[in-house]
């Protein structure tokens, strides 16, 4: 348009709807792509989730099965130490046996 054209409302107003159609044929044009660009990313996301899923169940077996192991350690641990406190209680009512044994022998002879 000229600069010193001076342009009537209809003028105007065409220009403006022209202007207005080029921009949305741009914008659709940019969709179509964006929407093709978009399932691909879509796709990428979906197999990145469903890996980190099963990175996440594997992960929590692995737990599962470490806090299995830890408990089977402590079960074996404190039956070790049960038995060895019955040991040192067995031990203890022998040395008690045969320290009354001395005794009632020595109050025996006099």
Do not use: C, H, P, W
Not at 70 to 92: G, M, N, P, Y
């Amino acid at each position: 348009m000229n600069i010193f054209k001076k342009a009537n409302l209809s003028d105007r107003l065409s220009t403006s709807a022209n202007s207005k159609k080029a921009v949305l044929e741009k914008v659709r044009a940019l969709s179509a792509s964006i929407e093709k660009g978009a399932a691909e990313r879509q796709a990428a996301r979906e197999a990145i989730l469903a890996a980190r899923a099963q990175r996440a169940a594997e992960k929590e077996a692995a737990q599962k099965a470490a806090e299995e192991l830890a408990a089977a350690e402590e079960a074996a641990r404190i039956a070790a130490e049960a038995e060895l406190k019955a040991q040192e209680l067995a031990k203890e009512a022998e040395r008690k046996a045969a320290r009354d044994a001395r005794y009632a022998a020595r109050k025996a002879r006099k």
